[in-house]
């Protein structure tokens, strides 16, 4: 009920989800590459963890009521899925150059159906936030491994449908050398996620089953994913890279937008574990976020904060443990000096103790007074014109503000078709993030290129993703009256009940299924 699935950016019913695994020998010898190189891959091929058929992946899935669920959304599969494990070379987000390794998965299709073989489109996918050190989308057949879920959802959304995948873990988590993550680095994730792209393209010709890849290049990702992949998109159309589409889903493209609205009376749910990777990270990568820990964390939770995600603990872990308050981002002194009314649905997220002292928090909430940026914060239904065209037009003095007007992606008009997916009550990642980045593509000339879908919306006649509506409101529906039936009392206490278990559940678990079918549908119109 917590945290713990509303963090891991995919999170989808198939959480007891296992998959026979049948790795085996590789086509010939290996070759080793230990150079540090970006791109380079350490072991050409890497080692297979996963051959299924489509008869066999959908026995496997059928097997449980949750993989059967997850079924419902992907459709069956028409191709068998291999998932590699790779590990290649990348960087960090120091300015001093910083080599690293990172790891990833490399799914293919198998089959002799058309859909299945000859060359192939690449999904460039980008995962969604997570606190597990251990986190590896490669470990579809480990239920006790966190990118289990996530990798499953792929494999079955787009592998067994005919794509190839390629899904890093990142830098900082699973085997990388890195002792931080770069979290909303931009440039780094960027990278990160071009270097595992050009690794898995020196695999496919090895492979002990080998696969070419077609011209076609697709990107996508969920929550931090999203922000990732629209950072790689603008990279590689930077680059004269060309990209076939692009579909973001649920991610914080609008950050600067995000973060002043946090600090001024809007936090999100999930923050007491954001801001500390966000710190982290921003200092590692500019050097100027704090002097100490201190300067912005309480003393309860300040001491080792720099070095504490990622972890080996769990989510409900990091909280019982007392390494992070659940929701108590900032004290209540805040939100009555920010004027919160008592009964704001914001002010769940101030209390003692809480995770920022107060000092840095009214620091900041007077600088988004003192030096504004073209926005409305909390963010609003209808922004301003101001917001949309020219979002970063400002000087915040705060370095945290500063950090995230740098990462914030709306630099850019993209070449190729984009489509942003969301859910418009997301209390997580707010639906205006989606909405302020589509205005501002389409104020600077690529409205007809630019496409945005609400799961949680009425079915709009035509535009070929009521599907994904239908089922969204189906899945929201039953999480509700699940709820409701556990819970004793009146209608009234049954209702309560209802509606907190949908918001705890939207970001994490309603809208990744159905923000990635939307994703397919959209990639199967190149």
Wanted: proline share 6%.
């Amino acid at each position: 009920m917590v945290l713990k699935r509303l963090l891991m950016g995919c999170a989808c019913a198939v959480t007891t989800l296992m998959l026979a695994a049948c790795g085996g020998g590789e086509k010939g010898g290996t070759s080793t590459d230990t150079s540090g190189a970006r791109g380079s891959l350490v072991q050409n091929p890497p080692l297979r963890l996963v051959s299924l058929t489509a008869d066999e992946f959908k026995a496997t899935l059928n097997a449980s009521s949750d993989g059967a669920a997850l079924l419902q959304v992907t459709g069956n599969p028409v191709c068998g899925v291999e998932v590699h494990y790779m590990e290649y070379g990348t960087v960090g987000a120091a300015a001093t150059p910083e080599a690293t390794n990172a790891t990833g998965a490399l799914m293919v299709p198998n089959g002799s159906s058309a859909a299945c073989s000859g060359p192939r489109p690449i999904v460039l996918y980008a995962h969604g936030t997570t606190t597990s050190k251990g986190y590896n989308i490669a470990a579809i057949t480990d239920a006790s491994n966190a990118g289990q879920i996530e990798g499953a959802l792929i494999a079955a959304m787009f592998v067994a449908q005919g794509y190839i995948v390629v899904a890093p873990n990142y830098a900082g988590y699973d085997k990388s050398r890195l002792g931080y993550h770069p979290y909303l680095v931009a440039d780094q994730q960027s990278k990160d996620m071009i270097d595992a792209l050009a690794a898995a393209k020196k695999a496919l010709p090895n492979l002990l089953n080998p696969v070419s890849a077609s011209a076609k290049l697709f990107i996508t990702g969920y929550s931090q994913g999203g922000h990732v992949a629209m950072a790689t998109h603008r990279a590689l159309e930077a680059a004269g890279t060309p990209v076939t589409a692009l579909v973001g889903q649920s991610g914080p493209y609008a950050l600067s937008t995000l973060v002043d609205a946090t600090f001024a009376g809007a936090p999100n749910l999930g923050g007491t574990v954001f801001t500390p990777l966000l710190t982290t990270s921003w200092q590692k990568a500019y050097g100027n976020i704090y002097s100490t820990p201190g300067d912005i964390f309480t003393t309860p939770f300040a001491s080792g904060i720099d070095t504490l995600l990622p972890t080996a603990l769990s989510f409900n872990a990091l909280f019982t443990s007392g390494k992070l308050p659940q929701a108590a981002l900032f004290d209540t002194s805040v939100a009555d000096a920010l004027a919160l009314a008592a009964d704001s649905s914001f002010r769940a997220f101030y209390g003692t103790p809480s995770l920022v002292n107060t000092t840095y928090a009214l620091g900041v909430a007077g600088d988004v007074q003192a030096n504004p940026c073209p926005t409305d914060v909390p963010p609003p239904a209808s922004p301003s014109a101001s917001a949309v065209e020219s979002p970063l037009a400002c000087t915040p003095g705060n370095k945290f503000r500063v950090a995230a007007r740098a990462n914030d992606l709306r630099t850019y008009t993209p070449a190729s078709p984009v489509l942003l997916c969301g859910g418009n009550a997301d209390p997580t990642v707010f639906f205006t993030s989606s909405q302020l980045t589509k205005g501002y593509f389409d104020l600077h000339g690529a409205s007809a290129r630019v496409k945005l879908v609400d799961v949680d919306s009425t079915p709009t006649a035509g535009d070929g993703f009521d599907l994904a509506r239908g089922g969204f409101a189906q899945a929201k529906a039953k999480v509700a009256s699940d709820a409701a039936a556990a819970t004793s009392g009146d209608a009234n206490a049954k209702q309560a009940a209802g509606v907190k278990a949908v918001t705890l559940a939207y970001h994490g678990t309603l809208v990744p299924p159905f923000c990635s079918a939307v994703a397919r549908g959209f990639f199967s119109s190149f």
